[in-house]
């Protein structure tokens, strides 16, 4: 097939390149040059495991370009993916839809034939009529312009997996004689081939699909940090009660990691658009017990201040603090919310000298945090320090040795933000090991 994809962020350039790698010819509209100039180059504005070879790959076999033209989209293929940010709003907590009906309205104006535009971006509830009004008002083709919902349920770090080999596919219709079902069936051919678990429903349940998702994924962090205060206080230890938890298959592991809590561009702002949606609709009480869940979330940052503080003496004035983590999850080089970055710049604001850490994220953290000092080695990033916060679990700080470590630090203590270091190594390197959600 000959598809496009509108809006090339993190969402978008990520799926025009796994549509060429099923097959498929690929254009990519962005209006950022620069994006699209870097995107053309073989590489991504950030960093995702494996997509750099998959757009080399593509742009070599020539399935695969990007350009800044709507027209040019336009008239490439009839199946158009919207993929365009919706951040929240600055001055509250619900979806900003403007660069999405803007990317939309441009799109339209040069639709002259039939058309299906699959939408993936995530939205509250009741966009899609919205989507419907701008293409009939401003498409050439008005009515053979049709409209299908297609979320996307991506984690970053797994993006490429999670799209070629999804859990599961869900399609959104407006009519259950929609002919745009079977050019997204063709489209995904192989992944539903492969035995996917495809829904066809109508458009509200594909539009709630990805922020229930995400506000339910939200609620079980939380859930078992709360668990965590209780596991300190009671001097229980909150990582294998989740794994005792997890044995229970009504309750499942996956995703139950208790800690710093979560953070990133998706589950912080999914979980606030869908109250302040459901608060439009007047059914905030339904969902009420989700304010806890962002509060509880929020806490776990001050829970960790509150920890650096106790272990330096409650005044932080001139002290010297090792943050390992800028990302706010592994393999990425997303600082969006990042909870690592939160707990830095609380401890900055308090007096401490601030260092940070992180395999791929420094340069976002130096950009967006010039008042923190950024080394680009774990060890040497430490050199001097008071206390060390693990605060992101890259793999490259569980494999820092703590025996050289401790010689490089003015006081060997830590604080585990996440629960991955091997707690009885550092203790026998002379290490003094705080953990969240478990005893002192």
């Given at each position: 097939m000959k598809l496009t994809v509108i809006g090339c962020g993190y969402l978008g350039a990520t799926h025009a390149a796994c549509m060429a790698e099923l097959g498929h010819d690929v254009l990519g509209m962005d209006a950022d040059l620069g994006k699209v100039q870097l995107l053309n180059s073989g590489r991504a504005p950030f960093f995702e495991p494996g997509l750099d070879d998959l757009l080399v790959k593509h742009i070599a076999s020539g399935r695969l370009k990007f350009t800044a033209s709507y027209a040019e989209a336009a008239q490439f293929g009839d199946l158009h993916f919207i993929g365009v940010g919706t951040p929240q709003q600055a001055d509250g907590d619900a979806y900003d839809l403007s660069h999405l009906f803007s990317a939309v309205r441009r799109l339209a104006a040069h639709l002259k034939g039939p058309a299906v535009v699959a939408v993936k971006s995530t939205v509250p509830v009741g966009t899609a009529p919205r989507i419907a009004e701008i293409l009939g008002e401003f498409a050439p083709a008005g009515e053979k312009v049709e409209v299908a919902w297609n979320p996307e349920f991506l984690r970053e770090s797994c993006a490429i997996e999670d799209t070629l080999r999804p859990d599961r596919l869900v399609l959104g219709f407006d009519s259950e004689q929609s002919w745009g079902e079977a050019v997204l069936r063709e489209c995904f051919a192989e992944i539903v081939e492969a035995g996917?678990?495809?829904i066809v429903t109508d458009w509200a349940t594909a539009e709630l699909a990805k922020a229930?998702?995400?506000?339910?994924?939200?609620?079980?962090i939380s859930f078992i940090n709360a668990v965590a205060e209780v596991c300190e206080s009671a001097g229980a230890d909150v990582h294998q009660l989740a794994e005792i938890l997890g044995h229970d298959v009504r309750i499942g592991r996956s995703g139950m990691r208790p800690g710093?809590?979560?953070?990133?561009?998706?589950?912080?702002?999914d979980l606030r658009g869908f109250m302040a949606r459901a608060g439009e609709l007047g059914v905030d009480q339904a969902v009420a017990f989700l304010r806890e869940v962002d509060a509880i979330n929020r806490?776990?940052?001050?829970?960790?201040?509150?920890?650096?503080?106790?272990q330096l003496g409650g005044d932080l004035a001139g002290r010297r603090i090792t943050v390992w983590g800028a990302a706010f999850k592994p393999n990425t080089d997303d600082i969006r919310d990042s909870p690592a970055l939160a707990v830095a710049q609380k401890l900055h604001d308090l007096g401490a000298t601030v260092t940070v850490t992180d395999p791929k994220a420094l340069d976002n953290a130096r950009k967006v945090h010039p008042e923190l000092g950024c080394v680009d080695d774990p060890v040497a990033a430490a050199q001097?320090?008071?206390?060390l916060l693990h605060l992101t679990e890259w793999p490259e700080f569980s494999h820092v040795d703590p025996e050289q470590l401790a010689r490089q630090v003015a006081d060997a203590k830590v604080i585990d933000g996440r629960g991955t270091l091997d707690v009885d190594a550092w203790r026998a390197a002379g290490w003094t090991v705080r953990v969240l959600g478990r005893a002192s």
């Open positions: 996917t678990p495809t229930s998702a995400n506000s339910f994924l939200a609620t079980k710093l809590g979560f953070g990133g561009g998706c589950l912080p702002k806490r776990r940052r001050e829970r960790m201040v509150a920890l650096a503080c106790e001097g320090a008071d206390l």
